[in-house]
């Protein structure tokens, strides 16, 4: 079980050593939220993997070679030091620590991406009620139900408001969720590189038609989305 | 045989009057046995029709998603509040507290009475979900605004949440001052079994915590009946300041259930690998302590995207991930009691060593839960249920059934089926591993959870269905598990005082099943006695067979 420290104390710092991933970002130093979260996520699997694989090797080998042969065999010989207690305590601890610290840093990396919405993003706000959507865009007058229309290249930052309880804005291809909470005004900002359109749903429980409450985001090239703004201001705003 | 003498041997054998006003806390735990078990079941029941429902598109066993979603609320607040703490800290605590530390009973026999009443009292409660006309739709969490404004039953909510706290906070007052005053002579602190130390801290825990979530469920009944405006926005009120009381509470309790479930672990494998514990200080100081030190600092871990300020958020990613460092050191002490120990494969150590193995998964899937990034997509989908199956659903499942198994013989006097054991532990291992892996593989693909149907996720029908399935397996080990114990309490071979051979109190100072008061004489512990002295060349078990039949 000594092995089982040293290989992971080995993995550890090779962790520490490496380049840090891909910073990814698109063209206007956008950083990619899917890229990161994917990135970030694929660390984390191998860190946990790697502890798992550890400690499920150490335990079957252990479950083996121990055995019982004779009916009458017994352990109970072996007995730590208190220079060993010691080890064995401090030792594991000072490890996770250290992977614990590991992990909180490269999650405040790509906390801080997920909270500090670029300067030039497009606003939209989004009101949850029982049980549906309603995306309005503030300086046109339009208000659409489960649909959003937003432009390519331009990251859209959502304001989340709620009518009535709590909903969460989730759009899982875009890595983006967020509470809805009455009388507060929260927000999640999405990169829009990639043009087509993704799925939102509700992910906090709101009552009967909770899984049925979802919309359709369409990312559109800039043109298409000002002749679209246009269409809807002719038209009046509301449809 | 005359009538005269039947109708004795009846009263002799069984008299429910007996039962219900009894003291005795072996027959208490008996009593918190059944009704955990039951909670178990028919929120077994509950979750058989989830998946049933699941397993396609659309409505599948029923048309209306209401009653998807008093189901769910009923399986949640029933698993934990109905099944697990009452396990946990009414059932093994009861049985083996006083036993362990050699005491006749516990310190407030009549209080203990008390306790398991409000249990049972809670479980009809409960029960009642099924009978009212507005039956509660609000999940086990009940967060408002919605349970303030929902048509369902918060009150039946609300009033069985109280009652399982006052039950264990009774509970708590009683068990802290049993362990504290009562143990035998020679029993020093450093003696203790590895359980009486998980049962004592989660005790602590309970004691301090369950007030704030009595504080937060009776606040919502009083928005919904009395019409204060404690979580009203449009009143100055907030939904955030429920979930924290609620998380504040809630996730000390995961703690409430994962160390008395350890400590059982501790015990099987300390028995069956006939070994004293491994690092028995190191996980003690470090391991025990360290839980309960950082359990009441990190709720806001539930909060990420809920509405707190950013450095709240931040400082609770770290706390978060700190609990790595105690429960790791839990682990390796399970681990470590392998090391050079002498391990027989009954039923109970299969148990075990599947505990090993499933709180690996469920331990390590909750370090991305911990950091807020990976969070904010994962959250509130199937990868949360995924993850706390894992750690609740089966890890601490593993380790009550374990622990039944294992204290089987001492409480019934007969031994359970071996054979059907086995098999009935390799059905649970397979299916529940199919049923969660797979649970947390939607998750990660944005499968959303508490979802009554999913029209907008074509794509995840087949894993729906697979894992339907795999719950269905699980189902079959469950019957065959009820099928071993029945058998041994029909027809099982009479269990000797200490069929495992193990060192601690209850096996070597009684029969079984213990006679009321326990032990003949207080047992008198030497200054090498340890519950886990093994390995000194003293065989205790033929000790045991000396110990006269308890049978009257
Ligand atoms: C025996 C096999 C079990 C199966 C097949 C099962 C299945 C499920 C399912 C399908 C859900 C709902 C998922 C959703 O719609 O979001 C669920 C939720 C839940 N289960 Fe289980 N479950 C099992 C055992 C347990 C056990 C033993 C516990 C004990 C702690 C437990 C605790 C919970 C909790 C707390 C929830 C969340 C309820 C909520 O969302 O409010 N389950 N389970
Ligand atoms: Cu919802
Ligand atoms: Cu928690």
Redesign the pocket.
Known sequence: MRTFFKTHAIIFLLALILPVSSHASTDKGVPDLVVEWDTLWHHMMIDITVIGMIFAIVTLYLMFKYRRRTPDEEGGRFRLSTLGVMGWTLIPAFIFLADDIFLAAKNFEVWQKYRNVPENAYVVEVEAYMWGWDVKYPEEEIVLTNEMVVPQDRPVMVRLKSRDVVHSFFAPELRVKWDAVPGMVTYLWFNTHKGGEYLFTCTE?CGLLHSGMYGKIRIVPPQEFTRWIEDHREKGGKI | MSTAVESKTREGGFSLKEWIFTTDHKRIGILYLIGSYAA?AV??I???L??TE?SSIGPTITENPNT?NVW??F???A??LG??IPALTGFFANYYVPLMIGAKDVAFPRLNALSVWLFWMGIVLALLTFVVPDPPDI???GYPPYSVITQGNTALYTFTVLLIGFSSIAGGVNFLTTIIYMRAPGMTWGKLNMFIWCILTAFIIQIIFVPVLGTAVTMISFDKYLGTTFFNASMGGTAVLYENLFWFYSHPAVYV?LLPAMGIIYEIVATFARNNIFNYRGILYGGIWGVVALGGIVWAHHLYVAGIPDWMSLIHVFLTLLISVPVGLLMIGIVGTLYKGAIEYRTPMLYAVGFVFLFLIGGLTGIPNAMSSIYIHITET?W??GH??YV???S??FAIIGGTYYIFPKMTGRMYHEGLGKLGFILLFV??NI??FL?MVLGVRGM?????DYPQFPEFEGIQQL?TY??YV??AG?VVILASWVYGLVRGEKAVANPWGSRSLEWTHTPSPPPPGNFKEVPQLSEDWSPYGYGNGKREEEKGEDLEPARP
């Open positions: 429980y | 178990f929120a077994g509950m979750a058989m989830m998946r699941l998807y769910l609320y399986h949640g607040a698993m934990i099944y697990q999940m086990w969490t259930i199937y949360i249920p706390f199956h609740m659903a089966l601490v499942t299916g529940a049923t969660f649970t959303p959870r508490r979802y009554y894992i795999g719950s699980i189902l469950s």
